[in-house]
């Protein structure tokens, strides 16, 4: 049954006084995401720029409990905090594990792997600003082509986007979700469903950041919402291999319109130096990837 505006908590979990930039996207979707798992949940996250929101021992803002975990050890750290779990036979907590980009598609993968194929009972979040952004905007393998990063400053990055969602899926897990800050409700609808749910659960949320991406703080939701209306990044879920548009997402899909990539990419620093022919090529890309989601919604 899905939430709406009224039936979200009103508790918050993040104080006020993270150390997050300001406008940051992690922070709006992390809120969210803590609102729906309430308070019968333990947080692993890595080094990132989360561990920087949560700030500095012994103070934090995050009012439910949490591990700091070396970077490549988010997975393992929550799979043995599950298997603890387990053996204290607490049924009533959810672990979350959660990750930027770096730590995930990169660092954390085998960690990730490894604890999905075990069928490790725990909820997975990526959040994915598409670049080491605590260590100031390095490439990792979820930034786009034609983006500029500090370890490809003139020739911008060649390559696509690593298909998460692909890795993911081959692991046969019984929920994956996508989501954004910008549809709160259709992400905290997603955190809701995936702690109902036993075995891995993989959430990847998109997350606008200011500085690395270069626009206004003020434009996160903004942001947001054109890598969606754009289909550069598509809300869905697949539930036990079942594909299903959510949200915006969904309307796009039934009424057969999206923006031009160009809507998107034209409001950020970060794509500044991206040439016609990977403007191109980041269109095909977009285009093919949405195609295969329409065929995959009428199946
Ligand atoms: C093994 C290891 N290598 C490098 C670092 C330094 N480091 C800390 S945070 C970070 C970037 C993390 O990037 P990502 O996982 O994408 O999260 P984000 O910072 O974007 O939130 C790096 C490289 C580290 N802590 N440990
Ligand atoms: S660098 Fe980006 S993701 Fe990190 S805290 Fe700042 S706005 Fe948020």
């Not at 006084?17 to 940051?24: E, S």
């Not at 700030?55 to 995050?62: A, F």
């Not at 995930?104 to 954390?108: A, I, N, S, V």
């Given at each position: 049954m899905p939430e709406n505006l009224f039936k979200?908590?009103?508790?918050?979990y993040i104080l006020p006084?993270?150390?997050?930039?300001?406008?940051?996207g992690l922070s709006l979707a992390y809120r969210h995401a803590l609102k729906a798992l309430r308070e019968n949940t333990i947080v692993t996250l890595p080094a990132s720029c989360l561990c920087v929101l949560h700030?500095?021992?012994?103070?934090?803002?995050?009012a439910v409990p949490c591990l700091n975990n070396s970077f490549a050890a988010t997975a393992a750290s929550a799979a043995g905090i599950a298997a603890g779990l387990q053996a204290l036979n607490k049924t009533d907590l959810t672990v979350l594990a959660i990750a930027g980009d770096g730590g995930?598609?990169?660092?954390?993968i085998q960690a990730l792997s490894g604890a999905a194929e075990r069928e490790t009972d725990f909820i997975y979040c990526c959040y994915d600003?598409?670049?080491?952004?605590?260590?100031g905007t390095q490439r990792s393998s979820a930034t786009p082509l034609g983006a500029v990063t500090t370890t490809t400053?003139?020739?911008?990055?060649?390559q696509h986007k690593k298909d998460f969602i692909k890795i993911m899926e081959a692991h046969e897990i019984p929920y994956i979700a996508t989501c954004s800050p910008a549809y709160p409700i259709d992400l905290y609808d997603k955190f809701v469903k995936a702690k109902k749910i036993k075995g891995t659960r993989y959430i990847h949320i998109n997350v606008p950041c200011p500085p690395g991406w270069g626009?206004?703080?003020?434009?996160t939701v903004r942001m947001g919402r054109l890598a969606v209306e754009t289909a550069v990044f598509p809300l869905f879920e697949i539930e036990d291999g079942k594909f299903r548009f959510t949200s915006r997402s969904k309307t796009m899909a039934e009424r057969g319109n999206k923006l031009p990539v160009i809507n998107y990419l034209e409001?950020?620093?970060?794509?500044?130096?991206?040439n016609i022919e990977q403007l191109r090529q980041f269109q095909a890309w977009v285009d093919k990837k949405w195609q295969e989601y329409l065929r995959r919604s009428q199946e």
């Open positions: 979200i908590n009103v508790k918050e006084g993270t150390r997050a930039c300001q406008g940051c700030g500095l021992y012994p103070s934090t803002p995050v995930t598609f990169d660092m954390g600003n598409e670049g080491y952004m605590n260590t400053p003139i020739a911008t990055k060649q626009y206004p703080p003020r434009d409001r950020q620093g970060r794509f500044r130096r991206m």
